[in-house]
């Protein structure tokens, strides 16, 4: 009997420009995992400790591209990435831009690194530096863009946290990114007015801690409800608490704010969005409150 012997390829190559707090911790994953890396950075101070950690450090955005084909760009803006890149040969370079952008922007940077002989792939991190390389941190990276080029880096993009591919269109991993970052201080302004509202009469936040995480939790088949009746158009079917019900009930929320000398500012719009919802039809007043979405259409 033959047997087959397959030898492992060697880590990819990476170049990371910006090193900051984020791209600090992107370095230190791949590093740790055995991938060759060159780093810069604006402020070249920035670099040397991970210098001293076996980054090769180079003189220029130009030189570090220059160093390899994979290319990851973890910088301040979008205007950051571009002036980074100006004048620099892309000719065959793979570039994944982690930089917190639009999808707009995005778009506009896969265009003109198409236009330079690039393929791109935009990344929205969904993460902070403590997670990156810590796989039960659980953090993870939208990618959107050339699925060629994912394919090809995955194991390399998956070394400093999950992977998650939403599409060829370059903006998507962006659009995605500030979905659910939008979702997160949605319930973060609604658990600021809930401990506002108990601290107006001296109730430690701490004890209403554990009633607010499980009845969050409990609220939260509403996230795939909603989706459902959304895609379906049926806004009525199982509706256990409607659209009336809800605007009738603002009002006793709104008075106890103005009672304990808290502002409403932080839950007003969301009511304001339903009674807007409940005015223009009486009808709608028998829906869930999902309908509401649709005002949000500019």
């Not at 991938?35 to 955005?61: D, F, I, M």
């Not at 330079?116 to 390389?133: C, T």
């Not at 809800?246 to 106890?256: E, F, H, M, N």
């Amino acid at each position: 009997m033959t047997t087959t012997h397959t030898t492992p390829s060697a880590p990819t190559p990476v170049t990371l420009l910006g090193t900051g707090a984020m791209g600090s911790a992107l370095a230190r994953a791949w590093l740790a995992a055995g991938h060759p890396l060159t780093v810069w950075n604006r402020t070249p101070a920035r670099t040397a400790a991970l210098a001293a950690e076996g980054a090769t450090v180079a003189a220029s955005a130009a030189d570090a591209v220059a160093a390899g084909t994979l290319v990851v760009l973890c910088l301040l803006d979008d205007a950051s990435v571009r002036e980074a890149l100006d004048g620099v040969d892309l000719t065959g370079k793979d570039l994944v831009d982690l930089t917190t952008g639009t999808p707009s922007a995005a778009r506009a940077q896969a265009a003109r690194a198409a236009a330079r002989g690039a393929r791109f792939l935009d990344g929205g991190i969904m993460a902070v530096p403590p997670m990156i390389g810590v796989p039960a941190a659980g953090g993870y990276v939208f990618y959107s863009g050339s699925q060629e080029l994912y394919e090809e880096h995955r194991a390399a993009l998956e070394v400093p946290a999950g992977a998650r591919f939403v599409g060829t269109d370059p903006g998507h991993a962006a659009l995605h990114d500030v979905a659910l970052l939008s979702a997160m201080y949605g319930l973060f302004a609604g658990v600021s007015h809930a401990y506002a509202l108990v601290r107006s009469e001296g109730i430690a936040p701490s004890s209403l801690a554990p009633l607010l995480s499980e009845w969050l939790g409990a609220m939260g088949h509403f996230v795939p409800g909603a989706a459902e009746r959304l895609e379906s158009g049926d806004f009525t079917s199982g509706v256990v608490s409607n659209l009336a019900m809800q605007v009738a009930g603002a009002p006793t929320l709104l008075r106890t704010a103005e009672e304990q000398g808290v502002s409403a500012e932080l839950i007003a719009p969301y009511l304001e969005l339903m009674a807007r919802r409940l005015a223009a039809d009486p009808a709608y007043g028998a829906e869930d409150t999902a309908g509401a979405i649709g005002l949000l259409s500019l």
